[in-house]
C-alpha cells in the first residue's frame, strides 16, 4: 500500500507558525483579496481564505467588483492597493472574466506585494533562482515533499502540465541550484509524444492537468511518489457535488510508493502558504532575506525565533 501524503498535518504546521508569527506584528499584516464576481466557485475560495485570515490573526479586506468591470477599473484598485502602506499583500481572485487583460492585471501588481506571485517579475526571478514570492500551489509541491522528507537532488520528477500557475513555476522551482531542488525535470503537456514512457521513468510525478482520473496505473513506476495537484468538480445522478484529482487515485494506490489525495491533499496547502506569502510580503522578501526553503525550514524543523 502507499504511503499517504495527506495534506492536512503540512498545512496544520504552517498555520501554526504563522498564527504565532501574526500576532508578533505591531501593525496587523493585511491582504487586499479582489473579486470580480462572476464565478460562483471563485465565492468558495474567498470566503475560505477570509476564514483562514481571521483564524490566523491577519486582516483581508475583500474588494468586489462587477461581473462587467473594465480592466481599468481593477488596475485602479490594483495601484491604490499598491501605494497603500497599510497593505502588504494583494491577492487577485481568478479566473477574471474573459474581457479581462489578465496579463495586464498580473503585472500592475507591486512584486512586493505579490503573494500569488503571477507578475512576471516574480516569475523571472523564479526562473533565474533569485529570492522572491513563489506561486502558492506549487510552494504546497515543495512543502508537502520538503515534510514528508521526499528528496528532489538529482531525481527525476515529471510534471504534466505546462501552466503559468503550476507547471512552469514549479519546474522553475525544482531546477533551482538548492538543496531541496536540484532535480532532472521532465515537462509534459498535451502536444507531448511518448507521455507515458516518460511518467514511468519517473521518480516524482506531478500531475496539474485539469482532467479527472487522467493518470493511471500503467503511467507510473512501483517507486514513484504521486503528487496530484488536480481539482475536478463531479456532480453524480443525484446533483452531489464533490471533487477528485488527476490521479486515478484508486488504480494507484496499491502501486505508487506515495500519493497525496485528492481532496485533503496539496489544496489544503495552498490556502496556508497565501499567509505564508502575506508573512513573507510583511516582513519583505529582500530586507529579511530569507528564502522559501529557510520558511520551510523554520516550520519544519524549527527555531521560530531565529
Ligand atoms: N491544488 C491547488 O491549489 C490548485 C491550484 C491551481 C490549479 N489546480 C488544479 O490543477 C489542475 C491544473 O490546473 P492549471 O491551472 O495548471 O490548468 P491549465 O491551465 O488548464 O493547464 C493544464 C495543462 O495540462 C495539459 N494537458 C491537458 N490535457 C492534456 C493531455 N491529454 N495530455 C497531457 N497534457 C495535457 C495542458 O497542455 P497544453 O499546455 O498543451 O494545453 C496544460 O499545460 C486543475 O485541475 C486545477 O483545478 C489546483
Known sequence: MSLL??????????????????????????????????????????QNIIRNGKKLGAVVELVELEEDS??????????DANTDPSVHGIMIQEPLPKHMDVLKVNAA???????????PVNMGHIMMGINSLTPCTPTAVFATLRYYKIPTQGEHVAI????????K?????????????DATVTVLHSRSSQLKELTRQADILVAAVGRAGFVTEDMIGENTVIIDVGINEQIDAEGKVSFVGDV??????????????????????????LFLNLLRAVKGVQKDNKTIDDFLTLIFVGNHDE
Request: proline share 6%; aromatic share 6%; with cysteine.
Open 5 to 46: 501524503l495527506n495534506g492536512k498535518p503540512v498545512a496544520d504546521k504552517i498555520k501554526a507558525y504563522l498564527k504565532e508569527q501574526f500576532q508578533t506584528l505591531e501593525t496587523p499584516a493585511k491582504m487586499k483579496l479582489i473579486q470580480v464576481k462572476g464565478d460562483p466557485a471563485s465565492s468558495y475560495y474567498v
Open 70 to 79: 473594465t480592466t481599468q477599473e481593477l488596475l485602479e484598485i490594483i495601484h
Open 109 to 119: 501588481i507591486d512584486p512586493c506585494k505579490d503573494i500569488d506571485a503571477l507578475n
Open 160 to 167: 504534466i502540465g505546462r501552466s503559468d500557475v503550476v507547471g
Open 169 to 181: 513555476p514549479l519546474a522553475n522551482m525544482l531546477l533551482r541550484k538548492a538543496e531541496f531542488a
Open 248 to 273: 486515478d487515485f484508486n488504480a494507484c494506490v496499491g502501486k505508487a510508493l506515495a500519493i497525496t489525495p485528492v481532496p485533503g491533499g496539496i489544496g489544503t496547502i495552498t490556502s496556508a502558504i
